[in-house]
């Protein structure tokens, strides 16, 4: 199994990045997924969510309005789009794949970087 995450970097603040997450060793669709962050000294936190058929997505209330969550399971990949970063938006962000099927299934990605400079 693998989560490949993508995309992060360096950004100024009112920038946008997008994240991708590549994944395999697992059937895509029946999962739901999820981006989490992590910034340093601080817990991980959820980001954003999207079912596994793409018909329910959540957010965290400080990204709503400015991240998008979207997955293709024909390529088995989930993006965020991040738009009018700020420099609190700066952490190690996390792909999550969840499945509930006898009981708790789930897997991590190694995390991709973002930095937003003020």
């Known amino acids: 199994v693998q989560l490949v995450e993508s995309g992060g970097g360096l950004v100024q603040a009112g920038g946008s990045l997008r994240l991708s997450c590549a994944a395999s060793?697992?059937?895509?669709?029946?999962?739901?997924m999820s981006w989490f962050r992590q910034a340093l000294g601080k817990e991980r936190e959820l980001v954003a969510a999207i079912g596994s058929d793409d018909s329910i997505t959540n957010y965290a209330d400080s990204v709503k309005d400015r991240f998008v969550i979207s997955r293709d399971n024909a390529k088995n990949t989930v993006a965020l789009q991040m738009n009018s970063l700020k420099p609190e938006d700066t952490a190690m962000y996390y792909c999550h794949a969840l499945r509930f099927f006898r009981g708790k299934v789930d897997y991590w990605g190694q995390g991709t970087q973002v930095t937003v400079s003020s």
């Open positions: 060793g697992f059937t895509f669709s029946d999962y739901g």
